[in-house]
Structures are given as structure tokens and as C-alpha cells.
């Protein structure tokens, strides 16, 4: 049977195999020849519906037709889990399982959402909402990952001419977690990269920023006490990059941004000397100094941000 919808959709409904003993019917009047042993299997409520009703009677459920048709998918043996092609279509079938406490069909439709497989993309489609999803039936991975996931499409939950527009469109509690995620997640970048003055980015080696600096640069630092000395304009720039990467975006496949290439992006920059960026290309030796050190910042990055990771559950 195909259902249509009035924005022309269709929907063929789950072909049930023959010999079913319990008739269930939709709220449109759509039904069911289903197996009573598989309902009672998937769900407890449904095994005390199935003990209350005779087999001969007909169970109405308020649920349609449509998403009746996706959770028998889901529950019976042997047959290919139904793609979730819309965040309504997820949301039916996760009101319907949390209802009928189908916590396979939870745990199912949990890890489908999270992986954002092609071809739908259901979680970076709309990030913020998937969220709010997960929040409410309490979908652990789908929490985890749409978290990052709001940060990488840039929604900036901080800003305060878009918190009122925030407030409208998205359930509160939601909305506050995202607020404190991304504060959070501000608030150790900063530490880790601005903190000149202390490890990772102050190096252990005295002489670091000397080295990889130009003979016009060192006869600066030179003239300075060592106190009033600042880091070269590459390091700067490459602190604010990083920062400004991170901040809407996982660490995770950041790989690039703590190798030397990363610092070709500075050749011809306003307010970065170029004289240290020849010298960089031209000498091989500075790419592997350079490189150690960042490999620092980046493990320390990784430790304080996986605190976040287990936020993203809550």
C-alpha cells in the first residue's frame, strides 16, 4: 500500500510476512496484520497490551499509518533498517518508540543520526534542531556530535543581536547548554593560545622564537631586555588562526593548521615580517623546530577540550 501525502510525498508501507495473529490500527484507520511474539520482543508496553487484548480484537494506536510502517522496519528480523529522510520523519519515530519504550529502535535511530550518512546529512543539515532532538529523548552520541556540529556551521550562540532570534526558534534548555559549550569551549582556546607568558605557547627552549626569526628581527630582540620582549609577528598570526579555526570548529581533522605549511598562508600578509617568512622557506631546519612546538600546543588543545566531550553528553 502507498500513502500519499498532501505535499504529494509517498510512503509504501511495510509489506508485513503472512501469518500475522494481532491486528493494530493507525490513527487513520490504516491496519496491521502483525506478529504479536515480535511486538512483545521490542517493547514491554505492547507485551502488556497484547496480555490485556484478545488476539481477536483490534489495538488502536493514535500514531499514523506512516510512521507505524518505519518502527515495524525496525523491530522485525531481517529486514533493511528504514533511512530517516527528514527530522520529522526522525522525530515520529523516536515520539512512537520512547512511548512504546522501544529502546533498540532508540539505540537505532541514536546511531543513524549521529553518523550523518549520505544521503540525507540529517545532523549537519540542521545542527542546532537535531540537537534539540537529542537533548529531549536523550540520544547520547547524536548529543555529541551535534554539539561540534553547531560550532562548525558557525552559529554563534554568543552573539548578542542573535540571542533573541535564538530564543524564538530553538527549546530553551537547549539553547542554554549551546551557550555554555561555546563559552567553554572560548574560554579554553584563549587560556591555551594567548597565554604568551606560560606553556605550551611560551617554548621551553629560550632561544625558540630567536631562531626562527630574521637577522633584522633578532637585532630587535637584541636591543630589548628580555623581559619587554614580545613573540614574532608569525607566531601572532598563527595563534589567532588556530584560534579562530577552533573556535567553530573540532580539533579533529585540525592536523594541518599544526604543520609547517600551515605558514605558507603568511606570505605577502600585512603585519607579518616577511624577511622571518623567507628565512623560514629557506632554511629546512626551522620546519621541524617549528613543528615540535606546535605538536605541543595541539596535545595540550586535545586534553583540555576533551573535558568538552563529556559536556556534549549531558
Known sequence: MVLKSGNNDTHTLFELPSGGDLTIQSGCGVDFQVHS???????????????????????????NAKTISLILRFIYPGKKT??????????DCLHMAQKYDMSGVIKNLDEQIASNALPHRLLSSNPMCVYQLAVQFDL??????????????????????????????????????????????????????????????LPTSSTFYYDLSCSTCQKSMDALDPSARTPPSWVLAWVRMVYDHLLVAPLKGADGFFRASVLLAFEGAG????????????????????????????KVLKGKLEVLELLYAL
Open 82 to 91: 528504514p533511512t530517516m529522510t527528514s527530522l520529522d520523519m526522525a522525530s
Open 140 to 201: 547520547r552520541d547524536t548529543k555529541i556530535a551535534a554539539a561540534q556540529f553547531v560550532s562548525v556551521n558557525q552559529l554563534d550562540v554568543c552573539d548578542p543581536q542573535a540571542i533573541p532570534k535564538l530564543i524564538c526558534n530553538h527549546y530553551h534548555p537547549s539553547l542554554i547548554r549551546m551557550v555554555a559549550l561555546q563559552g567553554a569551549r572560548a574560554k579554553i582556546l584563549s587560556n591555551v593560545l594567548f597565554n604568551f607568558g606560560k606553556a605550551p605557547i
Open 37 to 63: 511474539v515480535i511486538l512483545k520482543l521490542a517493547s514491554p508496553i505492547f507485551d502488556s497490551m497484547v496480555v490485556v487484548a484478545a488476539t481477536k480484537d483490534v489495538v488502536k494506536l493514535s500514531e
Open 271 to 298: 603585519g607579518i615580517c616577511q624577511g622571518c617568512f623567507k628565512d623560514f622557506l629557506r632554511f629546512d631546519k626551522q620546519r621541524p623546530i617549528f613543528e615540535q612546538w606546535a605538536r605541543g600546543v595541539e
